[in-house]
């Protein structure tokens, strides 16, 4: 459900940064800004406390096969936008209730919406695989203002419009372009679902993952129906 008023204890001037805000009904406010993540992904990594060192030796942790990285004793990129919330948001269920607040930068232009906590993070899961992920990375242009609070089918609606600007009236091009996207992503996100059973509590960020994947069947299946026609 989208909202147009910002709950009482946020104020339009502190989404001045990029971002999604969360407000739990314990009062827990969360900030995933994305200027800060770096710095806050690297102290994570770098701390045996946050993440033992038997884990980051697994396979399942290593970066993925397809990634120019594989081989390497690197922190995997898609998973830098992650880490540094697991310890706010992995108490909660996916089901959980909450306040989202997204902001492109631009306080005097947010989305408000009451949700579940598996719905707000499909934010985190979009960072993740397409602007993090360097398998993902050469999509950025599907996502060109898109919402990451927007329901799976409408979010459908704006890639497929995004696509068809980038490529014109070629369908054989769009429905190329669409099929590797939609491989290459949910392949990235299959490698990162492994990790994130090894190191979190509940289901909020594996279920978030498979919220983004549904967009991503919506928009195979309204291509092939457009197509069709």
């Known amino acids: 459900m989208t909202i147009t008023e910002l709950p009482s204890i946020f104020q339009k001037e502190d989404f001045t940064k990029e971002g999604l805000y969360l407000l739990f009904p314990d009062g827990q406010k969360v900030k995933i800004v994305r200027d800060e993540i770096e710095a806050l992904s690297e102290e994570f990594w770098q701390d045996p406390k946050k993440i033992h060192p038997n884990i980051k030796e697994m396979p399942e942790f290593q970066p993925c096969g397809h990634c120019p990285h594989h081989g390497e004793d690197i922190l995997c990129l898609a998973?830098?936008?992650?880490?540094?919330?697991?310890?706010?948001?992995?108490?909660?269920?996916?089901?959980?209730?909450?306040?989202?607040?997204?902001?492109?930068?631009?306080?005097?232009?947010?989305?408000?919406?009451?949700?579940?906590?598996?719905?707000?993070?499909?934010?985190?899961?979009?960072?993740?695989?397409?602007?993090?992920?360097?398998?993902?990375?050469?999509?950025?242009?599907?996502?060109?203002?898109?919402?990451?609070?927007?329901?799976?089918?409408?979010?459908?609606?704006?890639?497929?419009?995004?696509?068809?600007?980038?490529?014109?009236?070629?369908?054989?091009?769009?429905?190329?372009?669409?099929?590797?996207f939609q491989k290459e992503v949910l392949e990235s996100a299959q490698c990162l679902t492994k990790r994130l059973r090894l190191i979190c509590e509940n289901d909020a960020f594996l279920n978030a993952f498979v919220n983004a994947q549904t967009a991503l069947d919506f928009l195979l299946l309204k291509n092939r129906k457009q197509s069709a026609g």
């Open 79 to 180: 998973l830098r936008p992650i880490l540094p919330y697991l310890k706010n948001v992995d108490r909660y269920m996916s089901y959980q209730e909450v306040t989202a607040v997204f902001s492109a930068g631009d306080a005097s232009n947010v989305k408000v919406s009451k949700t579940t906590t598996q719905q707000a993070l499909k934010y985190v899961a979009i960072l993740s695989l397409i602007y993090y992920c360097e398998m993902g990375n050469r999509y950025c242009g599907f996502l060109k203002d898109i919402s990451p609070l927007t329901p799976p089918k409408e979010m459908a609606d704006h890639l497929l419009s995004n696509i068809k600007e980038i490529y014109g009236e070629d369908k054989a091009k769009i429905n190329e372009e669409i099929a590797k």
